[in-house]
């Protein structure tokens, strides 16, 4: 249930019909809020009103159920002792106090109620035994003149908070659905149109020269050519200085074939026939 809180305004005025005459209550107003503490205006509360006797939390002597309804400022108007109960509120015998009110709430406007507090009945209730009490019913007196009003009470301490209830148990984890198939593939879009081509960048700086490399080996000699055909003979020579006359010496020539014999025992071999031999003196 969503967790409020209850602010109790007031306990106070006695309600009664007639003398002798049921039924007999007091008037108790509370203002619900909600747990960040702003009051829960114009909604349907469903309230349980528990009167117990001796000590908080004693013997239950009367209790009652209402259904209202907040008004704008989240307050609630009750008239307790006029609410849904199978107990007798008149029977309650209040010289043989002291008692308590329990005040339980449900937010939602159902009965699942959840205590918000208890605190004592003080001394307007009791009026209700000053009704009967003593020797039997006398006769009503004058009108006393009204007292001044008493000293406010202290407010009593703030009771302990309760445990904590235990954590439920952690629901059971969903099983992980099947991954949906692939849907097909959409088409190919068309080719965009060619862009303009970029103007030429700007021509970077030349590099410097690398080295000169090593010289290579020198390559193998090639095989030599044939010999070329024989070139057609020259012409001939000027003829030279005719030499001084030389000392005679006699000899005898002989030719024989293409060999010229001198009688000193040496021969010459004739030069061929378009050579000319001059053997004069």
Known sequence: MKKILLSLVAIATISFTSLGQSPEGFK??????????????????????????????GAVVYQETFAPTTNGYGLV????????????????????????????????????YAAMGTSQLMSV????????SGNGEGPQGDQGIQGETGLQGVTGDQGETGS????????????????????????????GEAGPQGEPGIQGATGDQGEQGVQGDVGT?????????????????????????????????????????????????????????????
């Not at 114009?42 to 939390?57: F, P």
């Not at 006029?82 to 005040?103: A, L, Q, R």
């Not at 059971?172 to 849907?183: A, L, N, R």
Request: with cysteine; net charge negative.
């Open 125 to 132: 209730p009791y009026a209700l035994y000053a009704k009967t």
């Open 28 to 57: 108790y107003q509370a203002v619900v809020r909600d747990a960040s503490s702003n009051p829960m205006t114009d909604q349907a509360v469903g309230m349980q009103i528990t009167i117990q006797q001796g000590s908080i939390g």
């Open 221 to 281: 000699q090639g095989i030599q050519g044939e010999t070329g055909p024989e070139g057609p003979q020259g012409g001939q020579g000027i003829q030279g200085e005719q030499g001084e006359d030389g000392v005679g010496i006699a000899q005898n020539l002989s030719v024989s074939g293409d060999t010229l014999s001198i009688s000193d025992g040496n021969s010459i071999v004739l030069p061929s026939e378009e050579s000319c031999l001059d053997v004069s003196n």
């Open 164 to 191: 904590a209830g235990p954590i439920g148990p952690q629901g059971d984890q969903g099983e992980q659905g099947h991954q949906g198939e692939t849907g097909p593939a959409g088409p190919i879009g068309p080719q």
């Open 77 to 112: 108007n009750l008239e307790i002792g006029t609410g849904t109960s199978t107990d007798d509120f008149s029977s309650i015998d209040w010289s043989n106090g002291p008692y308590f009110i329990e005040t339980a709430v449900d937010a939602t406007g159902g009965t699942s």
